[in-house]
């Protein structure tokens, strides 16, 4: 049996994986099953586990270089004049790692041969409903079937006349007639055959019947001096739009938003080679980031020392102590999220050593602290600049819920993720993390409401799921608020 990693999948993939099962409080892994699953009881055909392959399978057979294929298209080929286009289609679709399996009509094969639709889609090429190779096991029905989109392209006035009218009596007809799959038609004509009642009577019927269309473009025409509406899209306008149909474009509820967060711990100095710090790893707002990243928003992510790799599309800027991380983030203002993960040392040495400290006959030297400046508290208190939401994290090792809520009254912030950090969790530099949200709004359902405050208590999750869950609840919460603009 074959093991999928999630890991290798397509970004756009991973991320609706991660959106989807946050949402539905699972693993990735059991989404991933659901989905599968889903998938087969919404099946038409009987699953035929132990049927052998056919010998000379219509399937597709993976391409013979670069990266595996992520989706695959069956291109029926009409005879028009635009059927050169198809050729620089193939390529265009094979580029965007489309497996193209190629059908070409009769008249299809006056305008290009199957020798050159085969060389560059480096598939056998069809042609021929009774063709004994294939129709020995119903080719035409796995062809209908066994891809994720059919483009007709170029489409003819007959074509699409067969099409309207449930024609099967040649293998692009039949094909379009036995599929389940969604149908990307390029038409390609003269404009008076455009314009003719019928085929805007089979265009209106195709419309109905829930096919795509794709143009036609309006120019001129291959018949000397004629020109109008009719000309066929262009293959990288025709290859975009199949691309959109098998990839629909990832919500991106943030976008346009401005996300600042800080992460990780922050280092304070004791002299130039000694310092305190504490076990905060900054996983989980390096997860935050890249989740926010995803959902589209701009985000500067202001980290302390951490051993991680910058999250792709993020600007990070590297500190070390609280008050260049204060700086930092008073630097990057304004943002309309200001997110507060980083695990800031309360205090730092009063009486930083300016040499390395050495070992003495007197004794230890003494270490005076002092506090360091509240990053979440200043920042909630701004009055001009201050994100219309502010979030700030409580790492907590008792009376965990209680010592949030006062938090969150004392600091001024909006809300407040709530973390268990005792040892016993392993939350600190661990992978998993048990949140409460804290909000002065009105909860979701399953929360406990407080008064004014909600407490929303989250399932053990992946730091990569709390940080898709918070982003969820964001964009939630933020969708039409945007900070004032700078005057
Ligand atoms: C030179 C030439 C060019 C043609 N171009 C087109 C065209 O662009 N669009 C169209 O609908 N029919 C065009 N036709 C007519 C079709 O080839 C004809 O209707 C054919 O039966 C279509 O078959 P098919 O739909 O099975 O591919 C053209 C015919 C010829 C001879």
């Known amino acids: ?103 070409l009509t009769t008249a299809a094969q006056q305008f290009v041969t199957p020798l050159a639709v085969s060389a560059l889609s480096h598939e056998r090429v069809h042609t021929d409903l009774f063709d004994p190779q294939s129709e020995f096991d119903a080719g035409h029905i796995r062809l209908a079937r066994e891809c994720d989109l059919i483009v007709v392209a170029p489409a003819t006035a007959d074509l699409m006349a067969k099409m309207a009218n449930g024609h099967a009596d040649d293998l692009a007809s039949a094909i379009l007639l036995a599929t389940n799959r969604k149908v990307l038609v390029a038409p390609a004509m003269n404009p008076l055959m455009w314009n003719n009642a019928a085929t805007r009577r089979n265009v209106a019927q195709l419309q109905r019947d829930g096919v795509v269309l794709i143009g036609p473009n309006s120019g001129e025409m291959a018949e000397a ?111 309309d999220i200001a997110i507060f993960a980083a695990a800031v040392a309360d205090w730092r040495v009063a009486n930083e050593g300016e040499q390395k400290l050495k070992k003495t006959s007197a004794g230890m030297p003494p270490l005076q602290l002092v506090e360091n400046p509240d990053i979440l508290a200043t920042i909630s208190k701004l009055t001009g600049e201050r994100p219309p939401l502010v979030i700030g994290f409580a790492a907590e090792t008792e009376h965990l819920i209680d010592n949030a809520k006062s938090k969150l009254a004392r600091k001024g912030c909006d809300w407040i993720v709530a973390n268990d950090v005792s040892p016993a969790t392993g939350v600190m530099g661990g992978d998993r993390n048990t949140v409460h949200l804290i909000s002065r709004k009105d909860g979701e359902k399953n929360s406990e409401k407080d008064g004014e405050i909600a407490v929303d208590s989250w ?17 939630k919460s933020v969708t039409g608020k945007s900070r004032e603009p700078a005057s």
């Open 1 to 103: 049996m074959a093991s999928l990693t999630i890991r290798k999948l397509d970004e756009g993939i991973k991320t609706y994986l991660r959106l989807r099962s946050a949402k539905n409080r699972r693993s990735v892994e059991e989404e991933v099953r659901v989905i599968l699953g889903e998938l087969i009881e919404g099946r038409e055909e009987p699953l035929t586990p132990f049927a052998a392959p056919p010998a000379a399978s219509t399937a597709p057979t993976s391409q013979r270089s670069g990266a595996p294929p992520e989706a695959s298209v069956t291109l029926i080929i009409g005879g028009g004049i635009a059927a050169y286009k198809s050729l620089d289609l193939i390529r265009r679709l094979k580029e965007r790692r489309i497996e193209v399996r190629c059908v």
């Open 225 to 335: 001096g004629e020109a109008g509406i009719g000309r066929m899209s262009e293959a990288i306008e025709i290859a975009t739009a199949a691309e959109r149909l098998l990839r629909p474009p990832v919500p991106r509820p943030l976008a346009g938003k401005r996300v600042l967060i800080t992460a990780g711990p922050t280092h304070e100095p004791i002299d130039p080679v000694r310092y305190i710090a504490n076990r905060s790893s900054g996983k989980q707002g390096f997860a935050i980031a890249a989740a926010a990243q995803a959902a589209g928003a701009e985000v500067i992510l202001v980290s302390g020392p951490v051993d991680l790799r910058d999250p792709q599309g993020v600007t990070v800027k590297h500190v070390e102590s609280a008050r260049q991380m204060l700086e930092q983030v008073q630097a990057a203002l304004p943002a």
């Open 459 to 475: 399932p053990v999750m992946t730091k990569e799921q709390v940080a898709i869950e918070l982003v969820a609840h964001i964009a």
